[in-house]
């Protein structure tokens, strides 16, 4: 592989928080791993929010404009170290159950205007379109993503949207997540803080490690949880054994075995998770943007499906 891995760490809580350090012990091994780091400390940083005036997708559907979104604050440098990663860990406070709101306002602004699935059709039609110009690379590349969600609270459910509201940052990009913690309850015991430490190791090191393989290859080390792709625990009843993972959009099937409960979602399902291709290719059916594409919209839709492994 030529050059460095760049790791990319996105501190969203405060400067010297507890974010901070357990982003530092990442990067640390990360670096160790031989990779090349960075931290930015977004607190520091203006970020406006979304203010849905559509700029980013006319210049997206152009054919001959790169993606930007038309406020000037540092959104714009923030998304171009995202892009410019190949991997990127981000830490978030969580304050009222779920991570601060500056997190959302960037993910408002980066996640539409960065979907994977539109990019890669405006980028096909702009190949196939004599003086069009392709989208910049880094914008279609794989890039891996891995969460860190941090809490005070001593229980699980006083930060329960924690992980789940972090794992929208990397959605719509289709960003592999490698690994997730999360660590509330952070000031109780040393035993805790040591878990955490070996933890945040791990992920350093993993997300280097991981790079190197495809998709398929990275397998889950981190706490399993119900859902066996975005592995959240919370999941969406609807009066009946079907119940739906609200992170992923996918359906399965809730059982009883004498107390414990088992979630079980077949493969089909599985693959149709909004953080994998599959997932948000078909929003880009649901969204009814066929005839933009006209008779080569099913040829890219299949080109991009046989692609799953490496994007």
Not at 274 to 287: D, K, N, S
Request: proline share 3%.
């Amino acid at each position: 592989m030529a050059g460095k891995i760049k790791v990319l760490g996105l501190n969203f809580g405060r400067v010297n928080g507890e974010c901070k350090k357990y982003l530092n012990i990442a990067l640390e091994e990360a670096k160790a791993a031989g990779a090349e780091t960075e931290i930015i400390d977004t607190v520091t940083k203006k970020i406006n929010r979304c203010i849905g005036c559509g700029a980013c997708s006319r210049m997206l559907e152009s054919g001959k404009q790169q993606i930007r979104c038309i406020q000037k604050d540092d959104y714009e440098a923030i998304s171009d170290a995202v892009l410019d990663a190949d991997c990127i860990i981000v830490a978030a406070p969580v304050y009222v159950l779920g991570p601060v709101g500056q997190l959302k306002d960037f993910v408002d602004r980066f996640g539409p205007a960065h979907d994977k699935a539109y990019m890669l059709f405006e980028n096909a039609k702009r190949e196939d379109t004599e003086g069009d110009v392709p989208l910049e690379k880094r914008c279609l590349k794989r890039h891996l993503v891995s969460y860190i969600s941090i809490g005070g609270a001593a229980t699980d459910h006083w930060v329960s949207f924690g992980l789940n509201q972090l794992n929208l940052f990397g959605m719509s990009i289709n960003m592999k997540v490698v690994d997730q913690m999360n660590a509330h309850g952070m000031w109780r015991s040393q035993e805790l803080t040591d878990q955490t430490v070996a933890d945040a190791k791990h992920m350093g090191r993993r997300i280097v490690e991981a790079y190197s393989k495809k998709n398929s290859e990275i397998t889950w080390e981190s706490d399993p949880g119900v859902c066996p792709v975005c592995h959240c625990n919370e999941m969406t009843l609807n009066g009946t054994d079907t119940v739906c993972c609200p992170v992923c959009g996918i359906y399965g099937t809730l059982k009883m075995d004498g107390h414990k409960v088992k979630v079980t979602f077949s493969e089909e399902e599985q693959n149709r998770s909004r953080l994998r291709l599959a997932g948000v290719l078909e929003h880009q059916v649901e969204l009814g943007r066929k005839p933009r594409y006209g008779d080569k919209f099913e040829e890219y839709l299949e080109r991009f499906k046989a692609q799953e492994d490496v994007l």
